[in-house]
Every structure is written in structure tokens, then in C-alpha cells.
């Protein structure tokens, strides 16, 4: 890996794009330039000024947003009826949307309907890509963890830790 001047690196990244046909896969390899960017200053010590990382993790301030755009309160936020638009996924984030988004076809979609007093319908991936409904229960733990159980002896007692939610969509860690 290549240093610059002040210890900064400069990386090299490729994407790989694939497609299948019906004589295969295709590989496509396409260069991806990305800018060079030095770490911000952070404070440490007896104000002494160093480049580095903060020590605050993205993943630990959820982002809850209302219309808006004012913070929002999880329990009220998370109500309502979401579905899987794994369309949208990210490495590390998982994309629900309300029920009656336009969502592209797909062979069936797991999702969640939080109704007040901590009641659930789960909704899974049933039989020949339909839907299965389970009733559960939720509860919220801290301020971006929702605790979810549901009456299935199929599926274990989870917890969704909630990035951001507002009500076009609910974005939950991996």
C-alpha cells in the first residue's frame, strides 16, 4: 500500500460487475477511482491535536428522523407495517420499507408489522414464494434496539439494531 506525505494511503479498489445469460455468467471488471482524503484532527489529552480515528462508532447513534426531519421517538417511528426491499441492502445494513411502497417483483419478502402495546405480525417466505404470518411481540431496549419475538418454534427470540427510521424507511444493522 502506498504512502503519501503525512502518512496517508492511497488504496486501489476494482468493482466487479456480473450478469448471467443463458450461454453464462459475464465478468466485467470496472476501475473504481476513489479521492484521497486525510483523517480529520480529533482532540486527545490535554488538548494536543492528532490525526486518527474519533473512537465514535457510526453504529452506536441512531439516526431516527421524522418527516421533518427532527429526531423522532423509536417506539412511535417503528409502527406500522415494513417488508424487505433487499433491493437497497448495503454491506452492513438491511432496507425495510412501508407495505404499499412499490416494490419491484421478487420471490416473496420478509417483513414486520409493529402494532402498538408491543404486538407483532411477523411475516416470512412461506411455501412456493408466498407468505407466512406469525404473531409475536416487541419491545424496545435502548435507544435503537428492538427486541423481537415471535410465536414460531422456527424462529428464535432477535434483536434490531435500528440505524435510521422514518416513514419511508427503516434501516436496521446486519
Not at 41 to 70: F, K, L, M, W, Y
Not at 107 to 132: H, M, N, Q, S
Not at 134 to 147: L, M, Q, T, Y
Request: net charge negative.
Amino acid at each position: 500500500m502506498p504512502l503519501l506525505a503525512g502518512g496517508m494511503a492511497v488504496f486501489c479498489c476494482a468493482c466487479v460487475l456480473s450478469s448471467c445469460s443463458p450461454d453464462g455468467i459475464h465478468v466485467r471488471f470496472a476501475e473504481v477511482n476513489v479521492p484521497a482524503v486525510s483523517p480529520a484532527p480529533t482532540q486527545t489529552g490535554a488538548g494536543a491535536r492528532t490525526s486518527g480515528p474519533t473512537g465514535i462508532s457510526e453504529a452506536n447513534i441512531p439516526i431516527v428522523r421524522g418527516e421533518d426531519n427532527d429526531m423522532k421517538d423509536l417506539r412511535s417511528c417503528i409502527l406500522g407495517h415494513w417488508m424487505h426491499s433487499h433491493e437497497e441492502d448495503a454491506q452492513d445494513v438491511v432496507v425495510y420499507r412501508p407495505a404499499d411502497y412499490k416494490f419491484p417483483p421478487s420471490r416473496g419478502r420478509r417483513g414486520f408489522e409493529f402494532r402498538e402495546g408491543g404486538k407483532l405480525v411477523y411475516f416470512g417466505i412461506g411455501r412456493a414464494d408466498g407468505t407466512e404470518q406469525f404473531s409475536g411481540s416487541w419491545v424496545v431496549e435502548s435507544s435503537n434496539r428492538i427486541r423481537i419475538e415471535v410465536n414460531s418454534e422456527r424462529i428464535q427470540p432477535f434483536v434490531l439494531q435500528v440505524v435510521s427510521c422514518n416513514d419511508q424507511s427503516l434501516e436496521v444493522r446486519r
